[in-house]
């Protein structure tokens, strides 16, 4: 059957298809200069004395233009927010929004306080594979087509190689991204078990935005690659 890539991009699950489609756009157009890179990154005293609030978003959508390392990025986030979102969050897309709205202002609060970060959009994949890694952590994968690794050891590689390439502000984005998703993970996942009850609960206005959860089919299920 040829591939129809209308369908491969209708098939995608919306909060991903969203995603990529803005963060492809956004590098589109500084790549052919339709938009300065200037005036994407997080910067909070523009923020506050110029109104420029666009800023706190559009820090997550913009990955660099259009290179070698850009295509990675995508890669990561196709792959493994279509994961979680089609295969762990099925039905639940407010949840898995959510998940992506508690990473994304946790690290405005790090970038703030703790360490100054002007584009998060690496920490907020990085915190998807991660989660992703911990709730299938049984699952070995193939890397970029080089080599086999189990899955818990997936972040930690890509920390490696971001390290290796681009230095102590690319292993400290990746590790902002690390850290925020073990919490929102323990949070979820481990300490529910423990006090019996859940601490993470979607907020109503989330839900509102995906009132159509229980009829959602995103098509037929399927692998996010074969």
């Known amino acids: 059957m040829p591939f129809e890539p209308e369908n491969w991009y209708r098939g995608i699950p919306v909060v991903t298809r969203v995603y990529l489609t803005l963060a492809c756009l956004t590098s589109g157009a500084v790549t052919f200069e339709f938009v300065s890179p200037f005036g994407l990154y997080l910067n909070y005293r523009l923020i ?9 978003f559009t820090n997550f959508l913009f990955f660099g233009r259009i290179s070698l390392f850009w295509v990675f990025h995508m890669h990561f986030l196709y792959s493994y927010s279509r994961r979680l979102e089609e295969h762990f969050y099925h039905r639940r897309t407010a949840d898995f929004f959510f998940m992506l709205l508690f990473g994304a ?8 306080c703790i360490y100054r970060v002007e584009l998060l959009a690496e920490s907020l994949v990085m915190m ?3 989660i992703w890694a911990r709730r299938n952590p049984e699952e070995h994968l193939n890397l970029l087509g080089l080599f086999t690794i189990s899955a818990p050891y997936v972040a930690f590689v890509i920390l490696g190689i971001g390290a290796l390439f681009g230095g102590v502000h690319s292993a400290a984005v990746d590790l902002i991204g690390m850290g925020v998703g073990h919490i929102y993970w323990y949070l979820a996942d481990i ?5 019996g009850r859940e601490i993470l609960k979607t907020p109503s206005f989330v839900a509102a935005l995906f009132p159509n959860d229980d009829e959602m089919e995103h098509d037929a299920w399927r692998p996010a690659f074969d």
Do not use: G, K
Not at 48 to 56: A, D, G, H, S, T
Not at 191 to 195: A, K
């Open 48 to 56: 506050w004395q110029n109104y420029q609030f666009w800023r706190l």
């Open 128 to 130: 998807v594979v991660y």
């Open 105 to 112: 202002i946790s690290m405005l609060v790090i970038a703030a």
């Open 191 to 195: 300490l529910p078990r423990i006090i």
